[in-house]
């Protein structure tokens, strides 16, 4: 029996061969062909509402998770996003003094993928910008004009942001209206006002007050600072007086004298120090000289070198022209308490 079917298979196919190759051949192209519309990979995060072409269009009650899915080339699955979403737009507020600004507003939503089909029958891939923003825009409105522009740009912002938000919640119930199945279609989760724009006469006027406004307390800062700086002037003028009171008494001649001795010690340790002659002047105080003479200074005598008063200095080496360059021309005179031969300048005179 066997036999006999397999002889009739292979009569069979030597008699249709071109007709069974042509026909695995247009199914494989088919396949190739159609294979995108065929085959439909749903990825992570995603659901599909189904479009049946020949038998009753969009399947309301129904959607397809993730994964990949197969169905006739002339059906369609619309995938959408179930993930978190974002939507910004920019809507025109008239504020209840009757001010127009405009504010860009930030939706935050969901969609609900038990509703995929009904969104694809009633508002399309597209129903961010065909449902969600302009009714947005509308709730935006109608709080916006409950309030002054002084009160949405800065004290109760955060309340009409809450305010938009609870009634979108209430709307989005409604979002598709006379459907009564599947609800909500749209998880709402945030809204908040991204920027707020206003007119350019009034930014300006406001940045004026608020900059006068910063003026006038940086004056109240200048003020207290003066008022301190005052006060420490006071005490420093006090410090002075008290200081003044206190050693008045006790400054007397000798006291100045021995101050005047001490400056004079420390003149002749400093390298510019010349000749420092000690002795009662007319103010009490030590003389301080220059050079002998303006070519070149003159060493001092060591304590060695030095002759009392009177004595006859031998004449230097060379005869008597070394001695008369050597020997100043006015008499040598020693400084009490000094080892040191000194020369009264013109107009000065050493005590003895």
């Known amino acids: 029996m066997s036999e006999r079917t397999a002889g009739r298979v292979e009569t069979w196919i030597d008699r249709h061969f071109i007709a069974t190759a042509a026909t695995l051949l247009f199914a494989i192209f088919f396949l190739l062909f159609f294979f995108k519309s065929i085959f439909i990979t749903i990825p992570a995060g995603h659901g599909g509402a189904l479009w049946l072409r020949f038998f009753g269009g969009t399947m309301l009650d129904f959607h397809y998770g993730e994964g990949t899915k ?59 910008d065909k449902l969600v923003m302009p009714s947005v825009g509308a709730i935006v409105r109608l709080e916006g004009g409950k309030f002054t522009l002084e009160e949405i740009y800065a004290t109760k912002r955060t309340e009409v942001e809450r305010g938009v938000l609870a009634q979108f919640k209430l709307t989005v119930d409604v979002l598709i209206g006379g459907i009564e199945a599947q609800r909500p279609e749209i998880i709402v989760d945030d809204f908040w006002f991204s920027q ?45 007086r008290a200081f003044q009171d206190t050693v008045s008494g006790g400054i007397s001649e000798n006291y100045l004298r021995w101050k005047g001795i001490d400056a004079t010690l420390k003149l002749a340790d400093s390298p ?8 009662s002047g007319k103010e009490g105080l030590p003389l301080i000289l220059g050079p002998w003479e303006s070519g ?57």
């Open 70 to 128: 197969m169905i006739f080339p002339w059906d369609r699955i619309y995938v959408y996003d179930l993930r978190l979403q974002q939507r910004t737009k920019t809507f025109q507020i008239l504020t209840k003094e009757g001010l127009q600004i405009e504010v860009d507003g930030t939706m935050m939503f969901r969609v609900n993928p038990e509703a995929v089909g009904l969104i694809t029958k009633y508002a399309g891939p597209d129903f961010a």
């Open 196 to 240: 707020i724009i206003l007119p350019k006469s009034l930014q300006d006027s406001i940045e004026g007050k608020l900059m006068q406004r910063q003026l006038a307390e940086q004056y109240v800062y200048i003020l207290q600072r003066e008022e301190q700086e005052a006060k420490r002037k006071a005490i420093e003028a006090q410090g002075i």
């Open 272 to 279: 510019n120090a010349k000749i420092v002659v000690i002795g």
């Open 296 to 352: 070149a200074p003159t060493a001092a005598a060591t304590p060695a070198d030095a002759q009392q008063p009177g004595t006859a200095r031998p004449p230097p080496a060379g005869g008597p022209k070394a001695s008369r360059q050597a020997l100043p021309s006015e008499p040598m005179e020693f400084a009490p308490g000094l080892a040191m031969p000194v020369r009264p300048p013109v107009g000065l005179s050493v005590p003895r």
